[in-house]
């Protein structure tokens, strides 16, 4: 892993040694943004959620009344007590809304159940996961508006839910990252309320054919960068512009002003050189951001804790990096 500040960001990242755990179980995991009907695409990907699980304190399912109607959010709560005690009880928690990836397309929230529960517990934080609706089923920005409204919908209700207003933190990864991104930017641009983080792993910060990335990274790492164009498809009505900031966050005619941000890109990825680029933005925009690099790892690597140590290892890191900020 390599870490990096808003002064220290490298010109360039590239790709190291690919984790030989992960090499080896690539071939048998599923594809994402493979030549196959979207159908099979989400069946294979359910193995990443089969149990067991790891131990969490808590796990709750809400049913919020959102921007479309009924919206699921699963939270996940630490065995260990918040630190400190306050006259009424527990000290407020700090809390992660997550976005999860899958193209837009693809993905359940227990797929993503393994690295939420690690992050929940390592970082001492609860998480907020968002069952938001897929494309092609509905389109942008559907998911962006469910998103924007469980972030502000927390805020509201954070005493009720024993939650730090002033840490509150939205992250996603892939898809999720890009609406992480855009989300950010549309939070500033209306007003608030205020992030305390912003967490965007491998985000989607523009497409990224042009890039060397999308060209060394083309098939056979998970994520194939021809799907990418799959699910753009799925994602955009066609009277959009896809150039606009809250479809590219890496158009924005401005990234001053955007919550401190953890970055995460991955050697053996696609999309690792516009995550890159977005980075590199945001700290000449003089902005607080924590900049990590896996030479080793491929897209959605903390779904593949369970056959990599690497990845493993890397999700914690994540954790740690988020404790020190909101836990």
């Not at 700090?94 to 227990?110: E, F, I, K, R």
């Not at 962006?144 to 509201?156: A, K, P, Q, S, T």
């Not at 060397?212 to 799907?227: C, D, F, I, M, P």
């Not at 933005?281 to 491929?298: C, E, F, G, R, S």
Request: charged share 20%; net charge negative; glycine share 10%.
């Amino acid at each position: 892993m390599q870490i990096y500040d808003r002064y220290s960001i490298p010109a360039s990242v590239g790709r190291g040694i690919l984790d030989p755990e992960l090499k080896d179980w690539l071939p048998t995991g599923p594809v994402l943004g493979a030549d196959e009907p979207i159908a099979t695409q989400r069946a294979s990907h359910a193995k990443l959620g089969h149990k067991p699980w790891p131990d969490i304190g808590t796990v709750e399912h809400l049913v919020l009344e959102g921007p479309r109607g009924s919206l699921g959010v699963r939270v996940h709560t630490p065995s260990r007590p918040s630190q400190g005690l306050l006259r009424w009880g527990a000290r407020p928690r700090g809390a992660l809304v997550y976005l999860h990836g899958g193209g837009w397309t693809v993905g359940t929230l227990d797929e993503f159940e393994v690295p939420m529960r690690l992050l929940a517990e390592r970082a001492g934080i609860v998480t907020y996961v968002v069952d938001y609706t897929l494309s092609p089923e509905v389109k942008w920005p559907s998911a962006l508006d469910e998103g924007e409204f469980v972030v502000r919908w927390l805020i509201d209700h954070a005493a009720e839910r024993g939650v730090d207003p002033d840490k509150v933190a939205l992250g996603g990864d892939s898809a999720g990252g890009n609406m992480t991104c855009v989300i950010a930017q549309r939070l500033r641009d209306r007003g608030g309320p205020k992030l305390a983080l912003q967490m965007p792993l491998f985000p989607e910060t523009a497409l990224p054919f042009e890039t060397l990335a999308a060209s060394e990274n083309r098939t056979g790492l998970y994520l194939e960068t021809a799907g990418i164009l799959l699910f753009a498809r799925n994602l955009l009505p066609n009277n959009a512009d896809m150039r606009q900031p809250y479809i590219t966050p890496m158009n924005a005619e401005s990234l001053a002003g955007l919550p401190p941000t953890i970055l995460v890109t991955n050697g053996f990825d696609p999309l690792r050189d516009v995550g890159h680029a977005y980075a590199q933005k945001l700290a000449q925009a003089q902005n607080d951001i924590t900049y990590v690099h896996h030479p080793d790892l491929t897209h959605g690597f903390p779904q593949f804790t369970r056959w990599s140590r690497a990845c493993h290892v890397a999700t914690m890191q994540l954790g740690d990096l988020l404790r020190q900020r909101i836990g």
